[in-house]
């Protein structure tokens, strides 16, 4: 029978089946009987042969199996009860016996009805409940199923089952994954087939799971898989019986686990961990970890080595037995301390060494915290610090003898510094000793040079001079003899003066090096110069060298002592000469140069600016570096002692460096020389125009004249006067400067004045100068002078107006020069000098005198007022053409001396020197033509332009 089916059947089985209240079962059960009751009596009375227990069994039947065995004995007792009561009466009265029969009958059919009825209800319910449970027990196992399926698609881990012939059954995703092979094709394939590389590790495990039935847990397992070949992975395995029906086992299960990463982190870990320890027991130091209790639980080898006991790891240490007593109580309570707050520990103490000794160490830890910020564990270390503690232990006991040291060794320091000064003190003392030794030298060689130049020269002088004695004839009456000796006495003398004029060119040259040759600077255009000498240098050079000029042209002019000039040339060329032995090209060559401050700070005493620059070059055979180095030496020469004096070279750069300019040779051995000459150029364009060449023949003739001689030498003397006296003057000879003045006090007018510079002791020759020159305006002044670096020359220039004869001299220059002083124009009238500086006075007077003028000096105002009255009122005085005055006088302004002149004089033509901004002064004399100014201070070219723009043509210079 079908329990769940929804037939007829079902439904009388639930009908049965339900359980239902009591109340429930006691009213359906009365309502079917009082319903077959009803029936009954209802039917009885509408046919009277109905049989009437008919009804009243299907009754108890329904009660029975509805509501169970007491409803059922109730409906049987309620209905053999009515019945009962409904039994008619016999004929007898009584109950009739049929009725009676079939009450009974009917009782015990309502027994027999009941209890059948009873036990198929019963066995009806029985079946029903069984049903029930079956179903629910079916539904649980499918969930069961699904859920385990789930489980196995869905494990992260791998899930396989192997039958009996370790054939695959089944796998899960991650199997699949795992070995990389699709999941629906491991089913029926062999493990060896599958995964040939795995085979042989899993098999024997799965036979002992058939077996044994045994659970074997976390096998590990290595190898390559399809799904990475050649890449070494690792599994962790696990296999488990499975019994389907029987006690059998009919399946082995497989879990996989890939733990490859793990491996790898665990290798990882392991190294590192290995390296933390290596490192800790190559520390030179202690190192130890601690629980947070405090307890050590490491400790490197430099314990045991230290403290000779064993550490083994894990085991428990008691350090601090190992402690100084007196450092113990301290180091614990710091201990305790940080193992209560978590702060790191540091502390220093001495340790027990395994020999009993102690030793200072610097202990520290630090706290490793948990995630949760607990402490995990406490890393120490302790550094031997021994050393330092000694260290410091010293140090500070010896601070004081440090301090001690100190002050000894500063004191040491100063008498080391007072000796080193000593020391460079005697340095600088032997320094200047050597150079004064060294100067020495030079000038001994310097000496040396020239005794040996002049000793060959002399010796020529006086051979020749003897010669010529010897050859004095002891009779003068014999004439013939007398003639012939004549002509050799002659020669003789010929030769002597030969010897000295070479000896004059000997001394010439040597002042030249040395810079103290009296120069006549004057405005001089080079190209002039040079193009003027090219005959001499054709003559000098010969016919194998070729002279070739390059000029510039609109060269600066410059201010040079032509004669100098020309010299310093002539000495070149001849050297260019004597190097092109074969021949060659000798070139000279102008320009216009900047010397910038670059090239000046290179060299010494060389300010930069304009310079007038003279090349002359040579294809010659060059110098090498020494000859170049020492070539401007005096004496230094590379030629036999007839061809070179060496001096030539030493002229040119005495004479140009003299001049305020630079020289320079560029020469390379083999390859020619040049030797640059840079002249300063003449910034002003003067209104002195160049004088005219000098006359150069001893005849040139003056009127007789009264020329007073001073000269210390007797013999240049009486030679000068002779020569003198020879050309028509009257001589005056004078041996000093107070002989001089003698003559004059005895009434001697000399038109000239010729003196030495230098005379004897007493007074000089320009002190002479002036005093004659005070006594006698007119006379005119010829210096002559070896050697000047004195009164007369300034600086290596001559004063303005100075007239100078060097010596040596021949006595044809001697004439020309008097002759041409004493031809030059008389004077021009008189000039009134108010100056109150007696230096600028005594210039100015001489600028004037040299250009005709008779000049008064006034020191103030008021006396140059009072000159110029008394020259008005003449009284045989010469009368006043110029006044030059000062702005800054003593007594007035210059303006009011100006001014009050005017009122004497009113033509009176004057000159203002001021130390002012000349326009204003210009201003003060609101426009007359008759003032000029010149700002001091002023030279010759300035007061000249400012006479001639008055209207006094410029004289020229003898
Ligand atoms: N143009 C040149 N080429 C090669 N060497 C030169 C030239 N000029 C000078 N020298 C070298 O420099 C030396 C010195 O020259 P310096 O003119 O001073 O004396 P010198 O020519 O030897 O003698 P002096 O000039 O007195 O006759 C020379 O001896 C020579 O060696
Ligand atoms: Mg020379």
Redo the contacts with the bound molecule.
């Keep these: 029978m079908d329990l769940s089916s929804r037939g007829p059947a079902g439904l009388f089985l639930r009908i049965i089946a339900e359980p239902r209240p009591l109340w429930w079962r006691f009213a359906f059960a009365g309502t079917v009987v009082a319903a077959a009751l009803v029936l009954r009596l209802g039917l009885i009375a509408w046919m009277v042969e109905f049989p009437p227990y008919l009804l009243q069994l299907p009754a108890i039947i329904v009660v029975a199996l509805v509501c169970g065995a007491e409803c059922g004995l109730a409906a049987i007792a309620v209905l053999v009860g009515v019945n009962a009561a409904l039994l008619p009466e016999g004929p007898d009265g009584g109950v009739a016996p049929s009725a009676l029969a079939s009450l009974l009958s009917f009782t015990v059919n309502s027994f027999a009805v009941w209890a059948i009825a009873g036990l198929v209800r019963t066995t009806l319910r029985r079946l029903d409940s069984a049903h029930a449970a079956l179903l629910s027990a079916a539904s649980e196992q499918t969930a069961v199923v699904a859920t385990l399926e789930a489980l196995l698609q869905h494990a992260p881990v791998g899930f396989a089952f192997f039958d009996a012939q370790r054939r695959f059954i089944r796998v899960n995703e991650m199997l699949a994954r795992i070995d990389g092979i699709p999941a629906r094709e491991h089913a029926g394939r062999s493990l060896a087939d599958m995964l040939p590389q795995l085979a042989d590790a899993v098999t024997p495990s799965l036979e002992r799971v058939l077996a044994t039935g045994e659970v074997i847990a976390d096998v590990e397992l290595e190898g390559a898989t399809p799904a990475a070949p050649g890449v070494w992975r690792h599994f962790l395995v696990s296999y488990f019986p499975v019994r389907t029906s029987s006690e059998a086992i009919s399946l082995v299960g497989m879990i996989v686990v890939e733990i490859t990463e793990r491996k790898r982190a665990e290798k990882a870990i392991a190294a590192s961990e290995q390296r933390y320890r290596l490192l800790a027991e190559a520390l030179p130091k202690m190192v130890w970890t601690s629980s947070p209790a405090g307890t050590g639980d490491y400790y490197n080898h430099r314990w045991a080595e230290y403290t000779g006991v064993e550490a083994p790891p894990g085991e428990v240490v008691e350090w601090h037995a190992f402690l100084h007593p007196e450092e113990k109580g301290g180091v614990m309570g710091a201990w305790e301390a940080s193992l209560a707050s978590g702060n790191p520990f540091s502390r220093e103490c001495r340790f027990r060494a395994k020999d009993g000794s102690y030793r200072w160490f610097l202990c520290r830890a630090v706290p490793v915290r948990d995630e949760d910020g607990r402490v995990d564990r406490w890393y120490g270390s302790c550094t031997d610090i021994s050393e330092i503690v000694a260290a410091r232990e010293a140090l500070s006991r010896t601070n004081e003898d440090l301090e001690r040291l100190a002050a000894a060794r500063t004191m040491q320091l100063a008498e080391t510094n007072t000796l080193l000064k000593q020391e460079m003190e005697e340095r600088l003392r032997a320094e200047s000793q050597l150079r004064q030794a060294q100067k020495m030298e030079a000038v001994g060689q310097l000496t040396g040079g020239i005794a040996h130049d002049f000793n060959n020269l002399l010796t020529i002088i006086i051979g020749n001079i003897e010669a010529a004695e010897r050859r004095v004839p002891a009779d003068p009456g014999d004439t013939r003899t007398q003639e012939i000796k004549t002509q050799e006495i002659r020669r003789f003398l010929d030769y002597g003066r030969q010897g000295a004029l070479r000896a004059a060119i000997l001394t010439q040259r040597l002042l030249a090096f040395s810079r103290r040759q009296p120069l006549d600077p004057r405005p001089t255009d080079v190209n002039r110069l040079v193009t003027g000498m090219s005959h001499m240098l054709r003559s000098a050079l010969g016919e194998r060298v070729m002279v070739e000029t390059v000029l510039a042209g609109g060269l600066w002019r410059t201010e040079i002592d032509h004669n100098q000039l020309e010299n310093a040339i002539l000495?070149?060329a001849?050297?260019?000469r004597?190097?092109m032995m074969d021949g060659g090209k000798l070139t000279i060559e102008t320009a216009n140069a900047y010397l910038d401050e670059a090239y000046c700070a290179e060299h010494e005493d060389l300010e930069p600016g304009q310079y007038v620059a003279i090349f002359v070059s040579?294809t010659?055979?060059?110098?090498s570096d020494d000859?170049r180095a020492r070539?401007?030496e005096p004496f230094?020469?590379?030629?036999g002692p007839k061809?070179?004096?060496?001096?030539?070279?030493?002229q040119v750069y005495g004479f140009v460096k003299q001049s305020g300019g630079h020289v320079m040779i560029y020469?390379e051995r083999g390859d020619g020389?040049t030797?640059k000459l840079y002249l300063p150029r003449l910034e002003e364009t003067p209104s002195v125009p160049e004088p005219a060449p000098p006359r150069t023949d001893g005849e040139t003739r003056a009127a007789p004249a009264v020329v007073l001689m001073v000269e210390d030498d007797d013999q240049l003397r009486t030679m000068g006067a002779a020569t003198l006296r020879e050309a028509g003057h009257t001589v005056i000879e004078a041996e000093d400067a107070s002989a001089a003045l003698d003559a004059l006090s005895r009434g001697a007018r000399p038109d000239l004045l010729f003196t030495d510079v230098r005379l004897g002791d007493g007074m000089d020759g320009r002190g002479l100068a002036d005093e004659v020159k005070r006594r006698l305006p007119r006379t005119r002044v010829l210096f002559t002078t070896a050697y000047a670096r004195n009164a007369v020359v300034h600086q290596g220039r001559l004063d303005p107006g100075m007239k100078l004869l060097t010596k040596p001299y021949s006595q044809s220059e001697l004439v020309t020069k008097v002759n041409g002083m004493l031809d030059e124009p008389a004077l021009r009238g008189a000039v009134l000098l108010v100056e109150d500086e007696p230096f600028v006075a005594m210039v100015a007077s001489q600028i004037l005198e040299d250009q005709g003028f008779k000049v008064t000096v006034a020191s103030h105002g008021e006396a140059a007022l009072s000159h110029a009255r008394n020259a008005k009122a003449d009284i045989g005085r010469d009368a006043l053409v110029l006044a030059i005055v000062d702005i800054g006088l003593p007594d007035m302004r210059g303006d009011e001396v100006v001014r009050r002149l005017g009122e004497i004089a009113p033509e009176l033509p004057v000159i203002v020197a001021t130390g002012y901004a000349t326009q204003d002064i210009s201003q003060m004399f609101g426009g007359r033509v008759d003032v000029g100014v010149i700002s001091k201070p002023y030279d010759g070219a300035t007061l000249v332009a400012a006479l001639e723009r008055l209207g006094f043509r410029p004289q020229g210079q003898g």
Excluded: E, I, P, Y
């Design positions: 000495n070149l001849v050297n260019a004597d190097a040579d010659g055979m060059g110098m000859v070539a401007f230094f020469t590379t030629k061809d070179g004096t060496g001096l030539g070279l030493s020469s020389t030797v």
